[in-house]
C-alpha cells in the first residue's frame, strides 16, 4: 500500500498558506492513489519534544548496550523515523520564521537524523539512509524576493537547509513549490495561490 507522511510546521491551523498548499498536494495524491494511506504529523497541533542528553546517549549507544533509561529517551525518534522508513512519498509544509525553519520543525529533524538509522559515516563520508522515496515540500514566505536574483535571496535559510537535508538523508528527488509575500496584496496573493496549488498538485501524480 502507497503512504504518504504529511508534516505541517506552521503554528497557524487556520489562515496558513503553507498548509492550504499541502492541502491541494494531499488532495491530489489521494486521487492518483487510491487506497493509499495518509500520516499526519501536525506538529502544531502535537509538538515534538527537543532531544535532550540521555536521547544523544541513546543515538550513540550500541543495540546490545542500550539500557531502559536511553531506550525510553529514544523511544519517539524511533517512532518517527519508522513513520519515515514506511512512508512512499513525504510532503513537508512550513512557513518562514526568522529567516529559518519553524523550532517545531527542526525538534522532528533533530529525532529523526540519527547515526545508522537514517544516515550513515564511515569516517569519510556519509551515506544517506533513507532512499528509494520523494520528498515535496511546501514553503511560505511572509515577504517577497527570496526567489534567486531576489533581493532576500541570501536571507532564504529555509529552501537551502531543507534541500540539503533531505538530500543528506538520502532523498534523490527533492520538490520544492513556494509562495511569497503573504502578508502583502490580497489579490496579488490569491492569484499566486492558485497558480501555487496546481503546481503542487501536480507533483502529488
Ligand atoms: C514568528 C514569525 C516569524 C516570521 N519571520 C519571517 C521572516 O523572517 N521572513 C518572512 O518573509 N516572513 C516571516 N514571517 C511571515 C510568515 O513567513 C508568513 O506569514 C507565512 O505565510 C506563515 O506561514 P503560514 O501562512 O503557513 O502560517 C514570520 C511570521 C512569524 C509568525
New binding site residues.
Given amino acids: 500500500m502507497t503512504t504518504l507522511l504529511r508534516i505541517d510546521a ?3 491551523t487556520e ?5 492550504d498548499l499541502g492541502h491541494a498536494y494531499e488532495a491530489a495524491w489521494r486521487a492518483a492513489h487510491p487506497g493509499g494511506t495518509v500520516v499526519h504529523r501536525d506538529l502544531a497541533a502535537s509538538a515534538i519534544p527537543q532531544i535532550t542528553a540521555p536521547t544523544i546517549a541513546g543515538f550513540y549507544t550500541p543495540a546490545d548496550a542500550m539500557t531502559d533509561e536511553l531506550r525510553a529517551a529514544t523511544a519517539l525518534s524511533d517512532a518517527l523515523i519508522a513513520e519515515l522508513m514506511g512512508a512512499d512519498d513525504v510532503l513537508v ?1 512550513t ?5 529559518s525553519i519553524p523550532a517545531a520543525l527542526k525538534a522532528w529533524v533533530d529525532q529523526i537524523v540519527r547515526i545508522n538509522a537514517t544516515f550513515s559515516y564511515d569516517g569519510t563520508s556519509f551515506t544517506g539512509l533513507v532512499t528509494g522515496k520523494r520528498v515535496t515540500i511546501a514553503i ?4 517577497g524576493g ?1 526567489g534567486p536574483d531576489g533581493a ?1 535571496a541570501a ?1 532564504d535559510l529555509v529552501r537551502p537547509y531543507l534541500q540539503t537535508l533531505f538530500g543528506f538523508l538520502g532523498f534523490t528527488e527533492v520538490h520544492v513549490v513556494s509562495v511569497e509575500a ?2 502583502g496584496d490580497a489579490v496579488m496573493l490569491e492569484a499566486a495561490m492558485v497558480e501555487t496549488r496546481r503546481v503542487i498538485a501536480a507533483f502529488a501524480a
Fill in positions: 506552521s503554528a497557524r489562515g496558513s498558506h503553507s498548509r509544509t512557513p518562514m520564521y526568522n529567516f511560505a514566505y511572509g515577504a527570496y532576500l536571507l503573504t502578508t
